[in-house]
């Protein structure tokens, strides 16, 4: 499992697998040591709190995948930062968003010629909860 993770992202930890009904659920955790301010690019060791964050990624075996991670909020420390708390971001999902972007890319690739809503059921089918006006604002950003 962990060589899943680390297709992921080489920064990610395996830490357990479950499946509920039709999601198979991994729980990693970040490796980084000390995260980067997204803000003003300083390194920082001293953590704020934490929170769970999910995101969906590509299916398996036609079953949801969703991925959780304990993230971490992040003191700040430079005086002259904008922002004195940060959430540690990563490089393979977008902020705030519940994709991965290699998901957001095989929801273009698939849906890119057909509608919306053949895309919407074949997506659906094969394990991606989707939603149609959802496919097209990702092929609107493309």
Do not use: W
Request: charged fraction near 30%.
């Amino acid at each position: 499992m962990q060589k899943y993770i680390e297709l992921l992202s080489n920064k990610l930890r395996y830490i357990n697998l479950t499946i509920e009904n039709d999601t198979i659920i991994f729980d990693v955790e970040s490796t980084v040591e000390a995260p980067i301010c997204p803000y003003c690019g300083e390194v920082s060791n001293r953590k704020h709190s934490s929170y769970k964050k999910s995101f969906m990624d590509i299916p398996l075996n036609n079953k949801k995948v969703l991925i959780r991670i304990n993230n971490r909020k992040m003191f700040c420390d430079n005086q002259e930062c904008s922002h004195k708390t940060f959430a540690e971001v990563y490089d393979f999902v977008e902020r705030k968003s519940k994709k991965t972007k290699r998901l957001k890319e095989y929801i273009i690739e698939v849906s890119v010629n057909m509608s919306s809503i053949s895309a919407q059921n074949l997506l659906r089918k094969n394990g991606v909860e989707i939603g149609k006006s959802t496919i097209c604002t990702f092929l609107k950003k493309r």
